[in-house]
């Protein structure tokens, strides 16, 4: 059983749709990365969100942390091939930097 | 080097044999993770290290588990008498401090016969 839940689980959409993904927990963390990880490669950060309630941009991505601190969601504008890839959302426990990952959402961008 | 590196790349080994899983972290990285990740699933933790001590290790699933990291850089990561459920990849991070950003490896895929 993952502590950390990611839905959908696969995604595969048109270039230029938008889409959001989802991590949900009934744990309290005390702050969320997500990561992109592609094919052959080790996952890379995209962002941490630490404030319940936080919004954070990076160009057509949007993040959120949930008022909990519980739960996140990644929203893509606009999506473009080049976005293809396992998006993984991990929480922070403990004072070791310890992560807990989600299983991750497989996204498949068509041009 | 410019990032985490590790070796090998791949391992076939036949049940029962020992591995050992190298990992050297982006230089002067004070903390070293190593994970393990099944396929379609996220990385699962195994143990951690600042400098040469081994801070976490709650994440190896058995003794058969071990990982060192004597000089507080290159750490190996040693799998006894391999068993077929031990086939995964085997990913390392470094970060240059403990709650810094973890920074991982291209990882050393495990095939047990």
């Known amino acids: 059983t993952q502590l950390l839940e990611q839905s959908p689980q696969f995604l595969s959409i048109q270039e230029g749709e938008n889409l959001t993904v989802y991590c949900n927990s009934s744990?309290?963390?005390?702050?969320l990365q997500w990561y992109r990880q592609e094919p052959g490669e080790g996952p890379v950060l995209l962002v941490t969100?630490?404030?319940?309630?936080e919004v954070k941009k990076l160009k057509r991505l949007t993040f959120q942390f949930g008022d909990a601190r519980k739960d996140s969601s990644l929203h893509i504008t606009a999506a473009q091939p080049g976005d293809t890839g396992l998006y993984l959302c991990?929480?922070?426990?403990?004072?070791?930097?310890?992560?807990?990952f989600g299983a991750g959402t497989i996204l498949r961008v068509k041009s | 080097g410019a990032g985490v590196s590790q070796s090998p790349r791949y391992k076939v080994t036949k049940r029962g044999q020992d591995v050992a899983l190298r990992c050297d972290p982006i230089?002067?990285?004070?903390?070293l993770y190593w994970y393990r990740q099944a396929l379609g699933q996220g990385p699962e933790f195994l143990t951690y290290?600042?400098?040469?001590?081994?801070?976490?290790k709650s994440g190896l699933p058995n003794d058969r588990f071990s990982a060192e990291r004597p000089e507080g850089s290159i750490s190996t990561l040693t799998i006894q008498r391999t068993e077929q459920r031990d086939s995964a990849m085997y990913r390392c991070?470094?970060?240059?401090?403990?709650?810094?950003?973890?920074?991982f490896g291209p990882g050393t895929r495990l095939l047990v016969l």
């Open positions: 969100v630490v404030t319940g309630g």
């Open positions: 991990a929480g922070v426990r403990g004072y070791g930097n310890k992560l807990v």
């Open positions: 991070a470094s970060s240059l401090m403990t709650l810094e950003t973890q920074y």
């Open positions: 230089s002067g990285h004070v903390s």
């Open positions: 744990s309290v963390f005390s702050s």
């Open positions: 290290f600042n400098y040469e001590a081994q801070q976490d």
